[in-house]
C-alpha cells in the first residue's frame, strides 16, 4: 500500500515537473531584466505600457462580445437537440469540430473575400463592421469549446423533464430556457466563456489579416522586438487562465445541486 | 349523476408504424381518482402525456369540460403533473419550486407566499420553503413536487408513477397523503402505475391497459374479483388455475380429479368432455380444518412463505399447483412443506375466464 502510493508521488512529482520547470525558468527569465538582482522590471515595463493596455482592453471588449454572442447561439441550438432533435447531435458535433480541422488562415480569407470592400456586405469597410467580423471570427474559434461546454453541462441535468415540468406550469419556452435551464448548467456556460476569453485574449491570425489592435498581435511584436517583456507577458497569460480555471473551480461550489448529498 | 370532466375519444397513437395506443375511448367524471394500470408498453404513460400534450395523438380527441383541448399546447392547459423523477429546479428553494407556477400566472407577492405557504402546510412541510431540493429525502421532493402541481389551482391532475423511485414504507404513506390531498381538494385526478397493489388502494376507478387496448374499466373490488379477461385477472392479484373435465354441461358439473362439482359460472357453451380452467384467488381457497366448502381436494404443500400477517403456501392438487392464503395464527404453526392437507373452495368463488 505504501510502495503504491510512493510510486503515485513518484509520478505525479514527474508530471508536475515536466508542467512546471519551463513555466519557473520562464518567470526566472522574466525577472532577470537587471544583470545583478532579479525583479519585477520586465512586468512593470509590460504594464506601464500604453499598447499593452489598448491592446488588452480591446481583445478584452471582444471576448466579452464573442461570449455573449456564443453562449447567445450554441446554448438555445444545444438545448433544442438535446430536447427535440435528438438525431442531429452527430451533425451538431461535426459542424462544432469544424473550426479545429479548417486553420484560422482560412477562415479569416473566406472572411476577408466574402466581406471585402466589393462585395454585398462591406463589413471591411468601417472599423466597426471590421470589429463585428472579428468578433464573429471567434464566435466561430471558441465553437468547439463552447458548444462542448454546454451540452456536457445539458447532459448533467434531466433536460426533458425539467422543461416537462415548466412547460406544465404555464411557462413558454424562452423563460423555461432563461429560468429553470440556464441556471442550472451556469458552470459550464461560464467553463465555456472562459475557454472563449483564453483564446480570444491570445488569438493572432484574425487580428494580425483583419489589422485590428488586438492583444495577440501586441505579444507578436513585443515578442519579436524585446527579450524579456514576452516571458513576463507568458508569465501574466499563465496567471489569467489559472484565475480563470479559479474561479470557474469556486463557481462550481455554488453550483445548483442535483443529487441528495451523502 | 356524476359530471363528466374529461373525455377520450378513438385516441391513437403511433410511434414510427408502431401503434403504442390504439383507439382508446375513456369518460372521467368530475372529483374522481383514475388510475391506468398495465404493464410496461402499455400505452399508460403514453394516453397520460396526451393529456398532458406533451404528446400529440396520431387521431382521436381529447376534450376537458366539452372543448376540445387536443391540439393545445401544454402550457395553456391548466394542468398540474407530478413526475416520477420529482423533476424539481435545482437552481429554486423549495419555496421558489412552489411559486413557480404562480409567478407565470403573475399572482401579486403577497398572494403568492401566502400560496406557498397554505401548499407547505398541506403536504407537512411548513418551515421547509428555503431548504433546496438536494437537502430533501426523495418522499418529500415528491410531495413538494404535488405542492407545485397544485399551487396554481390547476383542474386536474396528472400522476405518471409518482411512487416509484421511493421506497416501500413511504410509497405506502405518501400514497394515502395524496389520496387524502386529492379528496380535500376534489381535484380529478389521472395516476398512471404498474403496480397493481397501488391502483387498488387509492382509485375511484381503475382503467387496465394491455399492448395500448382497454381490457376493463372498473372500480378495485370488480377489477379484482370480476375480472372479465384473463390478461385482467392474472395481472391484477395472483390467480389459481385448476384444470377439470366438464361432466355435464347443463347440469354446470364438472370433475377435479376424483371430485365432482358444481360451477354456476361455466358457461352454458361448455361439452361434456371438454377440459375447462377453474380460476380463482389465493384467498378463495381455505386450509380444510374443520371447513366444509363445495369443492373438496387433497393435496401436498410444495412451497411454504411467511408474510407476515398471511401465509402464503402453494399445495399441489394433482399436479396443479394452487396458491392459499391464510391469516397468520401465532397459536397455529403453518403445515410443514410435505404434509398432506385437504382444502376448500366454494364453488360461487369459481371463475371460468375466456381466454
Known sequence: ?262 | MAEEFLRIDKLVKTFGGNAVVKGVDLSFQRGEFVTLLGPSGCGKTTILRMIAGFERPTSGTISVEGKDITSLAPNQRKIGMVFQAYALFPNMNVGDNIAFGLKIASMPREQREARVEEMLKLIGLAGYGKRFPFELSGGQQQRVALARALAPSPKMLLLDEPLSALDAKIRVSLREQIREIQRELGITTVFVTHDQEEALSISDRIVVLNAGNIEQVGQPFEIYNKPTTRFVATFVGTLNTLNATVADAGAKTVRIGETTATIPALPTSAKAGETVALTMRPEAVALANGVDRDIMLEGKVAEVAFLGSVIRLKVDLGGNLVSVDTFNDQRTPPPAHGTSVRVGIAASDVLVLSA
Open chain 1, 1 to 262: 500500500m505504501i510502495g503504491r502510493r510512493f510510486w503515485a508521488w513518484v509520478v505525479f512529482g514527474l508530471g508536475a515537473a515536466y508542467f512546471l520547470l519551463p513555466l519557473l525558468a520562464t518567470f526566472i527569465f522574466s525577472m532577470q531584466m537587471r544583470r545583478d538582482r532579479l525583479t519585477f522590471d520586465a512586468y512593470l515595463s509590460v504594464f506601464s505600457d500604453e499598447r499593452f493596455q489598448s491592446t488588452f482592453s480591446y481583445s478584452l471588449v471582444c471576448a466579452v462580445c464573442a461570449i455573449i454572442v456564443g453562449v447567445a447561439i450554441v446554448l438555445p441550438a444545444a438545448y433544442f437537440v438535446r430536447l427535440r432533435l435528438q438525431w442531429l447531435r452527430p451533425v451538431m458535433e461535426f459542424i462544432t469540430l469544424l473550426p479545429l480541422i479548417v486553420p484560422p488562415i482560412i477562415l479569416v480569407f473566406g472572411h476577408i473575400k466574402l466581406f471585402n470592400s466589393s462585395s454585398i456586405l462591406p463589413l471591411t469597410n468601417s472599423t466597426l463592421g471590421t470589429d463585428v467580423l472579428i468578433v464573429c471570427g471567434y464566435v466561430t474559434l471558441a465553437l468547439p469549446y463552447m458548444y462542448r461546454a454546454i451540452d456536457t453541462g445539458l447532459r448533467t441535468i434531466d433536460v426533458q423533464t425539467l422543461t416537462e415540468a415548466a412547460t406544465i406550469l404555464g411557462a413558454d419556452p424562452i423563460r423555461t430556457m432563461v429560468q429553470v435551464i440556464f441556471p442550472n448548467i451556469f458552470v459550464a456556460v461560464l467553463s465555456g466563456a472562459f475557454l472563449t476569453f483564453a483564446i480570444v485574449i491570445g488569438e493572432f491570425v484574425l487580428a494580425s489579416l483583419l489589422n485590428r489592435p488586438a492583444f495577440g498581435v501586441y505579444m507578436q511584436n513585443v515578442g519579436a522586438n524585446r527579450a524579456y517583456e514576452p516571458s513576463a507577458l507568458a508569465i501574466i497569460s499563465f496567471a489569467l487562465t489559472w484565475g480563470a480555471m479559479g474561479v470557474i473551480q469556486l463557481l462550481d461550489r455554488f453550483a445548483p445541486k442535483t443529487a441528495r448529498q451523502a
